[in-house]
């Protein structure tokens, strides 16, 4: 079984927070999460994947996309192999480049990149137990 890293519902609360629309097909994306009180901001490739400001989707962070939980190569290989993919409609792989460890009353915040398209997520520090710097991730999105 896969090691789901992290698992919540977004509810879209603003599109470019900062009014800078930097990319056409770039949105920065505003969101919290209904279960832990999460807050992320997100940039997802808009023309591919649009959402919308009230939208609630399900977010998964995970090391592999193997449902056995065997560690992926690196390698996309197109065959008829089941994937975690399979259930999720955006899916983008990266690199958690910043861990900031939340003290006292401070949220704990990570950071990670898509290959440019940035992920910032903050909240409570004993939700980022299971992160490490350096660690390859997928991040799987699907509207509910």
């Known amino acids: 079984m896969v090691e789901v890293l992290f698992e919540d519902i977004f509810r879209v609360e603003r599109l470019n ?25 997100l940039d997802i490739n808009s023309e591919v994947y649009p959402l919308k400001v009230g939208q609630k989707f399900a977010l998964l962070l995970v090391p592999t996309l193997n449902p056995d939980g065997t560690p992926d190569t690196g390698y996309y290989v197109q065959n008829n192999r089941q994937s975690l993919a399979d259930n999720f409609e955006y899916v983008m792989y990266g690199k958690l480049f910043r861990i900031s460890e939340g003290s006292g009353r401070e949220k704990a915040e990570i950071n990670i990149s898509f290959g440019g398209l940035l992920m910032m997520l903050k909240g409570e520090p004993s939700q980022f137990n299971k992160f490490e710097l350096d660690q390859r991730l997928f991040l799987l999105i699907r509207k509910v």
Not at 20 to 30: A, G, N, P, S
């Open 17 to 41: 927070p900062d009014d800078k629309k930097l990319f056409d097909k770039v949105t920065r994306i505003e969101a919290r999460s209904e279960r832990f009180d999460m807050f992320m901001h």
